[in-house]
């Protein structure tokens, strides 16, 4: 027996959205992906049809899914990519960009490739092992997320871009605003809404269309679109900060049990944080007196610049461009 579509009512349905208790058809849930992530841009204002946006794709099955919402909702004229190879052995290999690049062409966007090397002088391996020779524990997730999100920045000023845009999902949301809550880390999770000014005028806000699609929506839209499938993964996979694994874990477990979970946590803290996200302030930073990128008030270093004293590098290659990429009024 054929199940139709509960939206269409005419298509056979392929897809069983358990946090909606509909079954639907290619067409509708692509539709509905699409919808959610239009709804999200526009209640919050993520980005205007005049912006210039660069997006960070690392090349996995999200970056597809954000490529093909993006480009039909937004003039690919205004639309640049960035990918960023971390340096890892046997991930985020050289096949996996060149084949987003290829797609991402047809799409009529042109895909940027650079990498934590290019950025700092050394690959996030090196860094790695660096630190851990000088007994500097701190995770490979770490070196990476804050590299690359710093590498992303750099090239949406150098673009001008108005806007970074991401392809980090609902779990991924979820489970970072569960780590900050936990943490006690009240202005990281404030920082996280979409209603959040960036902290200081040299960080380009950040926008992120797909924050309440689920990471197995984004899976089944590749899926179903022909996408390239193949993730290879991380290596660091095990060493990944154990808080936020457990919480991964823990949040799994209640969205089985009942659908629709992380989506009702993100909604209630969308809500109950907007005004006080609101109410951040914008330049409450200082500078870094090695690179000249923006810190904590009282900090001398800026967050990379720290960590990487922590692998012994003291004289990353990107501070060599700080007088390139700050402008004097800055
Ligand atoms: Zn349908
Ligand atoms: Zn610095």
């Known amino acids: 027996m054929t199940v139709l579509c509960d939206v269409c009512g005419v298509r056979k349905a392929v897809v069983y959205q358990a946090h909606s208790g509909r079954r639907l058809c290619k067409e509708c849930f692509v539709e509905d992906v699409k919808r959610r992530a239009r709804e999200e841009i526009k209640r919050w204002g993520l980005f205007g049809p005049g912006d210039t946006l660069l997006l960070g794709l690392s090349g996995g099955k999200d970056s597809y899914v954000l490529l093909d919402v993006l ?39 042109d895909v940027v490739v650079t990498s934590i090397r290019e950025y700092t002088g050394h690959s996030l391996t090196e860094l790695v092992v660096r630190a851990w020779r000088r007994g500097y524990r701190i995770s490979p997730c770490t070196y990476c997320g804050i590299s690359r999100r710093r590498i992303l920045n750099y090239y949406a000023r ?76 991380c290596m660091f996979i095990n060493y990944a900060p154990t808080l936020r694994a457990r919480v991964r874990e823990a949040l799994y477990r209640v969205e089985r049990k009942s659908p629709g979970t992380l989506m009702r946590i993100l909604e209630t803290l969308d809500t109950l944080l907007e005004p006080a996200a609101r109410e951040l302030e914008t330049d409450g930073l200082g500078r870094c007196e090695r690179c000249g990128e923006p810190t904590s008030r009282g900090r001398r270093l800026c967050k990379l610049c720290e960590i990487l004293e922590g692998a012994g590098v003291v004289r990353p290659l990107y501070s060599a461009y700080r007088d390139i990429t700050f402008k004097p009024e800055d």
């Open 71 to 109: 480009t039909e909702i937004h003039s690919t004229d205004k639309i640049v990519a960035v990918s960023i190879v971390e340096g890892i052995p046997g991930y985020n290999r050289e096949e996996d960009i060149a084949r987003l690049r290829e797609v991402a062409k047809d799409y009529g966007v």
């Open 158 to 233: 150098m673009f001008g871009a108005h806007k970074t845009v991401t392809a980090h999902n609902l779990d991924d949301e979820v489970q970072t605003a569960v780590v900050n809550l936990l943490r006690g880390d009240i202005v990281g999770l404030l920082r996280l809404h979409p209603a959040a000014p960036p902290a200081s005028k040299l960080v380009i806000p950040r926008a992120k269309p797909l924050r309440k699609v689920y990471e197995w929506e984004t899976a089944t839209y590749a899926y179903l679109l022909g996408f390239p499938m193949q993730e290879t993964e």
